[in-house]
């Protein structure tokens, strides 16, 4: 009831708070017999780490991955799987300042109203450091889905504040602390060197994909596929907005247009990302979700006090000035659970169905 668990196949519940000993995971339902290590799983998490660079917060954590339990002589047993995360490098005296006020685009006003206290440090279980855990235990879909079905994924920036970012390749992605698709980013850098030194922040678009997803995947009612990426996408912290496919772009598109045509080669076009009917096609899945400009800034802002009064808030401490920069590995991560637990489900249910027909090619 509490909403902290992802996932019912392969169910991941999240713990720990942004300035506690230590955050992780517990995930439940991991088949057994992969060959699993504290090494396939710190690769996407250094990718997300904080202070890899001068655009994002300086907290400089090494975000190193225990496996306390459910994997034996190298191999996962099929039992519960916890991974932890130590935090190492967290400055509570930061938000000594904000303990009786409510910063404006947080959830300081929200937790207090519900759970009648809250944690200011770093925004307690609100903190983007939760995503952490997110993405150890979605390198471990990942790696079971590469193993059993050669699914892969991938994602990056496609827009940056008010800049939009035309893709090049999927090459430059790694080199880059933008994930930007280019080989060139000084307008980006220097875009968020001002941004950095007015004291303010932005937002950002990203892509995500998954290719190589089996056919068949996601139910036909209220379990889609694509619905469940969106509630999956909507739960990072920051995002605002996704879309599958074409998504609002399909809007404007004619019905002679939209629908991706069948050809004995394959699909001729994917406005749909890969879904149809709530079931995928087989083709990438395709997402792109909107991130709102980071809450945490130091210009003053309006807010009221404990006692409901006027006050100005100015937030402290270190601080991305543009979440969507780190976004990236989050988003392929939840990607990965969402895909997991409906490969998963489709095994159970389906795992012996024959089709009538072969499937076609993702791509014509």
Same mark, same amino acid.
């Given at each position: 009831m509490? #909403?902290?668990?992802?996932?019912?196949?392969?169910?991941? @519940?999240?713990?720990? *708070?942004?300035?506690?000993?230590?955050?992780?995971?517990?995930?439940?339902?991991?088949?057994?017999g992969?060959?699993?290590?504290?090494?396939?799983?710190?690769?996407?998490?250094?990718?997300?780490?904080?202070?890899?660079?001068r655009?994002?917060?300086?907290?400089?954590?090494?975000?190193?991955?225990? =496996?306390?339990?459910?994997?034996? *002589? !190298?191999?996962t047993?099929?039992?519960? =799987?916890?991974?932890?995360?130590?935090n190492?490098?967290?400055?509570?005296?930061?938000?000594?300042?904000?303990?009786?006020?409510? +910063?404006?685009?947080?959830?300081?006003?929200?937790?207090?109203q519900?759970?009648? =206290?809250?944690?200011?440090?770093g925004? #307690? +279980?609100?903190s983007?450091?939760?995503?952490?855990?997110?993405?150890?235990?979605?390198?471990?879909?990942?790696?079971?889905? /590469?193993?059993?079905? !050669?699914?892969?994924?991938?994602?990056?920036? @496609?827009q940056?504040?008010?800049?939009?970012?035309?893709? *090049?390749?999927?090459?430059?992605v790694?080199?880059?602390?933008f994930?930007?698709?280019?080989?060139?980013?000084?307008?980006?850098?220097?875009?968020?060197?001002?941004? +950095?030194?007015a004291?303010?922040?932005?937002?950002? +678009?990203?892509?995500?994909?998954?290719?190589?997803?089996?056919?068949? /995947?996601?139910?036909?009612?209220?379990d889609?596929?694509?619905?469940?990426?969106?509630?999956?996408?909507?739960?990072i912290?920051?995002?605002?907005g996704v879309?599958?496919?074409?998504g609002?772009?399909?809007? @404007?598109?004619r019905?002679?247009?939209? #629908?991706?045509?069948?050809?004995?080669?394959?699909?001729?076009?994917?406005?749909s990302?890969?879904?149809?009917?709530?079931?995928?096609? #087989?083709?990438?899945?395709?997402?792109?979700?909107?991130?709102k400009?980071?809450?945490? =800034?130091?210009?003053?802002?309006?807010?009221?006090?404990?006692?409901?009064?006027? @006050?100005?808030?100015?937030?402290?401490g270190?601080?991305?000035p543009?979440?969507?920069?780190?976004?990236?590995p989050?988003? *392929?991560?939840?990607?990965?659970?969402?895909?997991?637990?409906?490969?998963?489900?489709?095994?159970?249910?389906?795992?012996?169905?024959?089709?009538?027909?072969?499937?076609?090619?993702?791509?014509?």
């Amino acid at each position: 009831m509490s #909403g902290n668990t992802f996932g019912t196949l392969f169910a991941v @519940t999240n713990f720990g *708070e942004s300035h506690g000993p230590a955050i992780g995971c517990v995930i439940d339902g991991c088949p057994p017999g992969m060959a699993l290590s504290e090494a396939d799983i710190q690769g996407d998490l250094d990718r997300r780490r904080p202070g890899t660079s001068r655009h994002v917060t300086q907290r400089n954590e090494p975000d190193a991955v225990e =496996i306390l339990s459910g994997v034996y *002589e !190298g191999k996962t047993t099929g039992t519960p =799987i916890c991974l932890l995360i130590k935090n190492t490098d967290q400055r509570s005296k930061d938000y000594g300042d904000i303990l009786n006020t409510f +910063r404006p685009g947080h959830a300081d006003y929200t937790y207090l109203q519900k759970y009648g =206290i809250r944690d200011p440090r770093g925004g #307690g +279980r609100a903190s983007a450091r939760l995503t952490a855990p997110m993405v150890a235990a979605g390198a471990v879909a990942k790696k079971w889905l /590469l193993e059993k079905y !050669g699914t892969t994924f991938r994602g990056c920036m @496609t827009q940056i504040g008010d800049m939009p970012i035309a893709f *090049e390749s999927w090459e430059h992605v790694p080199h880059n602390p933008f994930f930007a698709p280019v080989a060139d980013v000084s307008k980006l850098e220097t875009y968020m060197d001002e941004l +950095r030194k007015a004291g303010d922040s932005c937002g950002a +678009r990203i892509r995500v994909t998954a290719s190589g997803v089996p056919v068949g /995947l996601g139910e036909p009612l209220f379990d889609k596929l694509d619905a469940d990426i969106a509630f999956a996408m909507m739960g990072i912290n920051a995002v605002k907005g996704v879309e599958i496919g074409a998504g609002f772009a399909s809007v @404007t598109q004619r019905g002679t247009t939209h #629908g991706d045509s069948l050809s004995p080669q394959g699909f001729k076009s994917n406005n749909s990302g890969g879904v149809l009917g709530g079931i995928s096609t #087989g083709q990438d899945l395709e997402v792109s979700i909107a991130i709102k400009p980071t809450s945490s =800034i130091v210009t003053p802002r309006e807010s009221i006090d404990m006692a409901g009064q006027p @006050t100005s808030v100015v937030t402290k401490g270190r601080h991305d000035p543009c979440v969507g920069i780190r976004a990236t590995p989050i988003a *392929e991560a939840m990607l990965a659970l969402v895909v997991m637990e409906h490969a998963l489900r489709h095994r159970a249910q389906c795992g012996d169905v024959v089709s009538p027909m072969q499937a076609i090619k993702a791509s014509a």
